[in-house]
């Protein structure tokens, strides 16, 4: 059985998360998991994951959102980034009921269809799990032909800290520019499970240049800001992806 993956940001993903101010305490998100498949692919085939995607994963993807075993699901293209080239995600409000959705997805996934299944995974041969936690960020959705921005981070044993700054500093300026229509989403994520990277960031917008203008308006506003520095400090180390959003719910 090939493995589905729950994310972002995307990212979101992606993707994309806020506790801001006191205003906005009422709209806060309410906590949720997600579990995320990071693929590595032949490049020369990799469209014909995402058919297969389409295909075999997305209406059983629509019927679990439909019954409410997951909230929320998505497909993304690498852009521009690392080794990973797909990044498949679902969410749920907590872990068992993520990992019972992961499993009932997949039984169903391989009854349909057991050789594209097979298939899906010779051209994806090779991937790693994360699953996260929201920790911050807005409510929002992207259409398919969107664009994410995610940026995983390795932080030293400070990142509270990190999470504290994320909230009273940052969120706020990215809320705006949510508002402004510059965003459609942002995200903080808490690693929960997986390999080193241990905070997520996600931004999305409704494409490619839109979310570059937004990118390099939220570089210029923290640009001189001691405390972007202190964020820094304690999350020192980090991993850029530009993804294209090739399917999501909602």
Request: proline letters at 3%; hydrophobic letters at 40%; glycine letters at 8%.
């Amino acid at each position: 059985m090939r493995k589905l993956l729950t994310g972002a940001i995307v990212l979101q993903a992606c993707l994309f998360l806020t506790v801001a101010t006191t205003a906005q305490a009422q709209d806060k998100p309410k906590e949720s998991f997600t579990y995320a498949t990071y693929y590595v692919c032949d490049v020369t085939k990799q469209e014909r994951s995402d058919e297969i995607y389409n295909e075999v994963d997305k209406p059983i993807l629509d019927a679990a959102v439909a019954d409410g075993s997951i909230v929320a699901y998505g497909n993304y293209a690498h852009q521009t980034g690392g080794r990973w080239r797909r990044v498949q995600y679902t969410t749920a409000p907590t872990i068992q009921g993520l990992l019972d959705a992961q499993k009932k997805i997949g039984d169903q996934a391989e009854a349909k269809n057991a050789k594209l299944g097979e298939e899906f995974g010779k051209i994806c041969n090779a991937h790693d799990d994360y699953i996260w936690r929201r920790a911050a960020g807005s409510v929002g959705a992207v259409a398919p032909g969107g664009a994410a921005f995610s940026t995983y981070y390795v932080c030293d044993p400070r990142e509270a800290q990190a999470d504290a700054l994320v909230e009273q500093v940052f969120a706020p300026v990215y809320d705006k520019m949510v508002a402004e229509g510059k965003l459609k989403s942002w995200g903080w994520l808490e690693h929960i499970v997986g390999g080193q990277f241990r905070r997520l960031a996600t931004m999305s917008a409704s494409d490619m240049k839109s979310l570059m203008a937004a990118r390099a308006e939220i570089n210029d506003a923290f640009s001189d800001n001691p405390l972007g520095d202190t964020f820094t400090d304690i999350c020192d180390s980090h991993a850029d992806y530009m993804w294209e959003i090739k399917a999501s719910s909602p």
